[in-house]
Protein backbone atom coordinates (compact mmCIF):
# COMPACT_ATOMS: atom_id res chain seq x y z
CA UNK A 1 0.00 0.00 0.00
CA UNK A 2 1.44 3.01 -1.09
CA UNK A 3 1.75 5.65 1.15
CA UNK A 4 1.58 9.92 -0.05
CA UNK A 5 1.75 12.94 1.31
CA UNK A 6 1.19 16.88 0.02
CA UNK A 7 2.73 20.08 0.78
CA UNK A 8 1.78 23.29 -0.35
CA UNK A 9 3.95 27.05 0.68
CA UNK A 10 2.59 30.30 -0.83
CA UNK A 11 5.46 32.52 -1.90
CA UNK A 12 3.61 35.51 -2.66
CA UNK A 13 4.70 35.17 -6.57
CA UNK A 14 5.30 32.78 -9.34
CA UNK A 15 8.96 33.67 -9.40
CA UNK A 16 9.81 33.46 -6.09
CA UNK A 17 7.67 29.83 -6.02
CA UNK A 18 9.78 29.23 -9.01
CA UNK A 19 13.12 30.29 -7.95
CA UNK A 20 12.31 27.88 -4.92
CA UNK A 21 11.17 24.77 -7.32
CA UNK A 22 14.42 25.63 -9.68
CA UNK A 23 16.68 25.36 -6.73
CA UNK A 24 14.91 21.88 -5.14
CA UNK A 25 14.71 20.26 -8.69
CA UNK A 26 17.78 19.21 -8.61
CA UNK A 27 18.10 17.19 -5.35
CA UNK A 28 16.99 14.18 -6.36
CA UNK A 29 15.61 11.20 -4.22
CA UNK A 30 17.90 9.15 -2.76
CA UNK A 31 15.69 6.00 -3.08
CA UNK A 32 13.54 6.97 -6.31
CA UNK A 33 12.75 3.47 -6.33
CA UNK A 34 10.88 3.43 -3.55
CA UNK A 35 10.06 7.54 -2.70
CA UNK A 36 8.41 9.73 -5.86
CA UNK A 37 8.54 13.45 -5.49
CA UNK A 38 6.89 15.92 -8.18
CA UNK A 39 6.97 19.23 -7.71
CA UNK A 40 4.61 22.43 -9.67
CA UNK A 41 4.23 25.72 -9.26
CA UNK A 42 0.90 27.74 -9.68
CA UNK A 43 -0.51 31.17 -8.60
CA UNK A 44 2.72 31.95 -6.46
CA UNK A 45 2.68 28.41 -4.76
CA UNK A 46 4.86 25.79 -4.81
CA UNK A 47 3.07 22.43 -4.52
CA UNK A 48 4.81 18.93 -3.60
CA UNK A 49 3.09 15.36 -3.85
CA UNK A 50 5.04 12.96 -2.07
CA UNK A 51 4.69 9.21 -2.46
CA UNK A 52 6.68 5.81 -1.29
CA UNK A 53 5.99 2.19 -0.66
CA UNK A 54 6.11 2.39 3.46
CA UNK A 55 5.56 5.10 5.79
CA UNK A 56 9.48 5.36 6.86
CA UNK A 57 10.38 6.23 3.86
CA UNK A 58 7.68 9.09 3.36
CA UNK A 59 8.70 10.64 6.61
CA UNK A 60 12.40 10.74 6.12
CA UNK A 61 11.91 11.97 2.54
CA UNK A 62 9.27 14.72 3.98
CA UNK A 63 11.41 15.59 6.63
CA UNK A 64 14.89 16.02 4.82
CA UNK A 65 12.90 17.74 1.91
CA UNK A 66 11.28 20.33 4.45
CA UNK A 67 14.51 20.99 5.98
CA UNK A 68 16.00 22.44 2.55
CA UNK A 69 13.11 24.00 1.84
CA UNK A 70 13.03 26.26 5.02
CA UNK A 71 16.68 27.02 4.00
CA UNK A 72 15.65 28.19 0.47
CA UNK A 73 12.63 30.09 1.74
CA UNK A 74 15.05 31.61 4.24
CA UNK A 75 17.44 32.88 1.05
CA UNK A 76 14.57 33.93 -1.01
CA UNK A 77 13.19 35.97 2.14
CA UNK A 78 17.05 37.61 2.99
CA UNK A 79 17.92 37.78 -0.95
CA UNK A 80 15.07 37.35 -3.03
CA UNK A 81 13.94 39.84 -5.73
CA UNK A 82 13.63 43.61 -4.55
CA UNK A 83 16.71 43.35 -2.44
CA UNK A 84 19.41 46.55 -2.74
CA UNK A 85 23.06 45.83 -3.77
Known amino acids: MSQYRDLEVDYGSDENASMVCAALAVDKELQPDKVKRQMSVSDGK ?3 HFEAVEARFLRASFSSFVDILTLATKTIEEFGPGMEL
Open 46 to 48: LSV
